[in-house]
């Protein structure tokens, strides 16, 4: 048996060295498109996601972006603010209004305002009328989410989006 083994030993070691740079090309491709996140933030249900930069954003699909930059947000998130991850409410050429503390997209009630952030400071209304091209409508149900439905997120738009995630954990 120890002679076999011997005997396997310097192939099997010339098919690893053969076989690893086989190997880094795809996993470097992958790497480039998928990433592990871990959520820091209350409004979103789970604490692990699986990124993927080859997005199609669609009704529903849960979606990771830099926020815009704001006082607001700075004072809230730091300098350098983690990506924020929502979903998708409201596609291009949809309609959205506000009534009161309500938010509709197409009529369809998808949000409630609040006047300020936990931290007392005064919020301001989101975007209202047709969503253009490119961008999005993004929420969440945490009655404490910083989305859209606020002006200092608004609409999210392409550019923004790194990528569509699938909760894993």
């Known amino acids: ?4 083994i011997s005997r396997l030993k310097r ?3 010339l098919a690893m060295l053969v076989a690893i740079p086989l190997l ?3 996993i470097a491709k992958f790497s480039d498109n998928h990433a592990l996140l871990i959520n820091a933030s209350p409004s979103l249900p789970n604490w692990a996601f699986w990124l993927d930069k080859n997005f199609t954003p669609s009704r ?3 979606i990771f972006f830099e926020p ?3 006082e607001l947000l700075i004072n809230h998130f730091g300098a350098k603010p983690q990506i924020f991850g929502k979903r998708i409410l409201g596609m ?3 309609r959205v ?3 009161g503390k309500n938010v509709f997209i197409n009529n369809r009630l998808v949000a409630r305002t609040k006047p300020r952030t936990r931290k007392g400071a005064a919020l301001t209304k989101g975007p209202v009328g047709i969503i253009p091209g490119g961008c999005y409508y993004v929420g969440t149900s945490h009655k404490h989410g910083f ?3 606020y002006g200092e997120i608004g609409f999210i738009c392409a550019p923004r989006i790194i990528g569509t995630g699938r909760a894993i954990l």
């Open 24 to 26: 880094y090309a795809p």
């Open 97 to 99: 209004r506000h009534d």
């Open 60 to 62: 529903g699909a849960l």
């Open 1 to 4: 048996m120890s002679a076999l």
């Open 11 to 13: 192939p099997i070691i």
């Open 68 to 70: 815009p930059r704001s």
């Open 92 to 94: 291009p050429g949809d």
């Open 147 to 149: 989305d859209s439905r």
